[in-house]
């Protein structure tokens, strides 16, 4: 049977016991390197053949420097090399402290595993190979219907933007279909035609780090349903800590647009503002 590669993430300076971050790691599919600090890791780095896009630090490690990080990555070579950091929540001060040593992303303790799948892959997500989006994406954890003609099938959201959205299920539908989907957010719920633009089945080698599913693109928004999405996904990534302050601030402003065109058309009092 054919064995499909894993995909190695650099686990530095997390101590080495049964059921931590490189168990779960194995158990997610990918392959961990762990080391004890960066020059540990600059060390493996130089020896490691196959592609490490993706680092991994505990949020309160000693080691975590101003430019730590970013001197790791130039003196390796690996500057698509994006790092996570994995902890406790830290203070406005240790958030500073994370920033300034390298770190793009934090997802914060407790947190499940598939939060976790979703930081990883969001760390190894490369710019410069065509993956740039321009709608942040939150990891979900919604339970939706999809109807499919007369057919109907429940499946978890995985991820959501305000344009699409990754369903975990064990019966894709085959891409290119059209689906109507129904997402409970909190306090409402939407319903959006859709389409399907992958899916991810057994023995797909292409999407080995996703669970199985498949892609939506939402067809038809409303201004009212896009406000909606766009404000629970800036809610999440505000919990979850997974987001560059760049793409923050970039959702923060998306959502200020859709609200402001939103109350433009339909006045404040629909949208659900009030003084």
């Known amino acids: 049977m054919r064995q499909r590669a894993r995909d190695a993430v650099l686990v530095i300076g997390f101590p080495s016991v049964s059921g931590g971050i490189a168990t779960r790691l194995i ?4 392959r961990p390197i762990s080391v004890n600090d960066p020059p540990a890791a600059a060390a493996r780095l130089c020896r490691e053949l196959t592609p490490v896009r993706a680092a991994i630090v505990p949020t309160d490690a ?4 101003p430019g ?3 001197r790791l990555t130039r003196a390796t070579g690996r500057d698509s090399l994006r790092c996570l950091a994995l902890g406790p929540r830290p203070d406005d001060a240790g958030l500073e402290n994370l920033r300034r040593a390298g770190v793009q992303t934090t997802l914060f303790e407790p947190c499940t595993d598939r939060e976790l799948r979703f930081a990883v892959n969001r760390a190894q997500h490369d710019d410069t190979r065509g993956q740039n989006r321009l709608h942040p994406r939150a990891a979900a954890d919604l339970v939706a219907r999809i109807r499919l003609g007369t057919r109907e099938k ?3 959201v ?3 933007s305000s344009v699409g959205c990754y369903v975990e ?3 894709p539908c085959l891409p290119g279909s059209l689906v109507s989907i129904h997402i409970p957010l909190p306090g409402c719920g939407v319903e959006v035609p859709a389409r399907v633009t992958f899916s ?3 023995g797909d080698f292409e999407r080995k780090n996703l669970p199985h599913g498949m892609a939506l693109e939402f067809l038809e928004l409303g201004l009212p349903d896009k406000a909606a999405l766009a404000r629970y996904v800036d809610a999440k990534l505000g919990e979850q800590g997974i987001v ?3 793409d923050r601030i970039a959702a923060t402003s998306s959502m200020a647009r859709v609200w402001s065109r939103l109350c433009a058309l339909i006045g404040p009092q629909r949208a659900g503002v009030t003084n």
């Open 27 to 30: 158990a997610l599919g990918y």
């Open 62 to 65: 000693p080691f975590l420097t």
């Open 68 to 70: 730590a990080l970013w």
């Open 154 to 156: 429940a499946g978890l």
């Open 158 to 160: 995985y991820s959501l």
């Open 169 to 171: 299920t064990d019966r």
């Open 200 to 202: 991810n089945v057994p």
């Open 244 to 246: 560059p302050l760049a």
